[in-house]
């Protein structure tokens, strides 16, 4: 079975500083996709980044970067420039079916 | 385009009742899926189907039942409802069941069971 841990429930980053929030995994695939997912208060999950495994170069968009390690099956998201608005419950999922999400990591913004 | 859309939205529900809760897609999309929330535990998977006529037990389906009819609807049925299935209810839905497919979710059903 898969399994994604994020080991830490809480994290806080002062504004305009840089965060990173940590994922491990656990896949027998040979090949799969690894997302974060943003949830806000609203509760409404909102993609914020994907990784494919068999693409060595990490993902970017614009803020928001990974660093994917997959011989140690790490995947942990960079954000910079923290915004007040990054402030949210984050989830690292893998991507095989079903998608498997990890407990979430939720992001207090310090202005 | 209405995308994943979650009915109803809130729900008190008093032990043993049972409830339908709604999901349609207008995506034709093949792959549909229920999550429940709870908090400190992520995302877990009750029940998805892969297309009409086809469903799969996830993580954690004893209490739930569902069926797909039609490629565009999934409802999940609770068939006797307990204080421990009080959650967030989240059905999502992709082009097909392959893990590069981006997943679209509904915003959330909220269930309370007293």
């Known amino acids: 079975a898969q399994t994604v841990t994020q080991s830490q429930p809480e994290m806080s980053v002062q504004e305009a500083e840089t965060v990173t929030l940590s994922c491990t995994y656990d896949?027998?695939?040979?090949?799969?996709?690894l997302f974060w997912y943003k949830q806000p208060p609203s509760r409404q999950m909102i993609l914020v980044i994907r990784q494919e495994a068999y693409k060595q170069q990490n993902a970017t968009e614009n803020r928001f970067s990974v660093n994917f390690q997959k011989a140690a099956k790490s995947f942990s998201l960079k954000i910079s420039d923290s915004q007040l608005g990054d402030a949210a419950m984050y989830f690292c999922a893998s991507g095989n079916t079903p998608l498997v999400f990890g407990k979430g990591t939720r992001l207090s913004v310090i202005a | 385009n209405a995308g994943v859309t979650q009915t109803p939205k809130f729900q008190v529900l008093k032990t043993g009742q049972s409830m339908t809760l709604q999901c349609a897609q207008d995506?034709?999309?093949?792959?549909m899926s229920w999550y429940r929330q709870d908090p400190g535990m992520g995302l877990r998977l009750i029940h998805y189907s892969v297309g009409a006529g086809i469903t799969d037990q996830g993580e954690v389906p004893n209490g739930y039942n569902v069926s797909r009819s039609t490629t565009e609807d999934f409802p999940l049925r609770l068939l006797s409802a307990a204080p421990s299935q009080t959650s967030v209810y989240f059905c999502a839905s992709s082009y097909t069941p392959d893990f590069w497919e981006t997943i679209y979710f509904g915003e959330g059903s909220w269930l309370t069971v007293v």
């Open positions: 896949t027998s695939e040979s090949d799969y996709y």
């Open positions: 995506m034709n999309h093949e792959y």
